[in-house]
T-cell receptor, first 114, second 113 residues
Framework: DTGVSQDPRHKITKRGQNVTFRCDPI?????LYWYRQTLGQGPEFLTY????????KSRLLSDRFSAERPKGSFSTLEIQRTEQGDSAMYLC????????????FGQGTRLTVV | GNSVTQMEGPVTLSEEAFLTINCTYT??????LFWYVQYPGEGLQLLLK?????DKGSNKGFEATYRKETTSFHLEKGSVQVSDSAVYFC????????????FGDGTTLTVKP
């Protein structure tokens, strides 16, 4: 397994357009997480899935954001009607459902809204 | 709620200098503690972790000890290299959900030859 992969690595979009990002977790990991990281800040938790169930959403996840993990494997994060404030790095991570384990992060998708 | 406070950067050191990056936390219960490293344009890589009080995490010459009495998890390295230049993040999570973490704002380290 090559780790967590995210696609695309970079996305430039015009304000008001919709964008979708994809995350492929490590294959045996049943938990998948999305984070947002703005310049000079640490990552902020957005949401997580256990298998196909979305178990928690941060209040940062406005109703323009939607995430899915339809078959408990890859996940998508869609942002509708993008705004300049959505410009950030979007990170995906995955982990096993075990105590005292660790999460593995992908390289992120950098979104620029112009 | 949970929070992590890291020493403000940036930090600039000469090669072979001693490194300390301070990290303190606020959390309920007994979290797991992590240090991640981020190179320019890249995602996060786990550097080390500790899951209970007095545990010492270590990797690539970096060390950090989980100090419950001072709620701290300071990162240290005895002799830094130019290749250690990166942003370092301290983080905590509930030890039953490792991926749902609270991060500090990061400390940028630059090591000069």
């Amino acid at each position: 397994d090559t780790g967590v992969s995210q696609d695309p690595r970079h996305k430039i979009t015009k304000r008001g357009q919709n964008v979708t990002f994809r995350c492929d977790p490590i294959s045996e990991h049943n938990r998948l997480y999305w984070y947002r990281q703005t310049l000079g800040q640490g990552p902020e938790f957005l949401t997580y899935f256990q298998n196909e169930a979305q178990l928690e959403k941060s209040r940062l996840l406005s109703d323009r954001f939607s995430a899915e993990r339809p078959k408990g494997s890859f996940s998508t994060l869609e942002i509708q009607r993008t705004e300049q404030g959505d410009s950030a790095m979007y990170l995906c991570a995955s982990s096993l459902e075990l105590a005292n384990t660790e999460a593995f992060f992908g390289q992120g998708t950098r979104l620029t809204v112009v | 709620g949970n929070s992590v406070t890291q020493m403000e950067g940036p930090v600039t050191l000469s090669e072979e200098a001693f490194l300390t990056i301070n990290c303190t936390y606020t959390a309920t219960g007994y979290p797991s503690l992590f240090w991640y490293v981020q190179y320019p344009g890249e995602g996060l890589q786990l550097l080390l972790k500790a899951t209970k009080a007095d545990d010492k995490g270590s990797n690539k010459g970096f060390e950090a000890t989980y100090r419950k009495e001072t709620t701290s998890f300071h990162l240290e390295k005895g002799s830094v290299q130019v290749s250690d230049s990166a942003v370092y993040f301290c983080a905590l999570s509930d030890n039953t959900n490792a991926g749902k973490s609270t991060f500090g704002d990061g400390t940028t380290l630059t090591v000069k030859p």
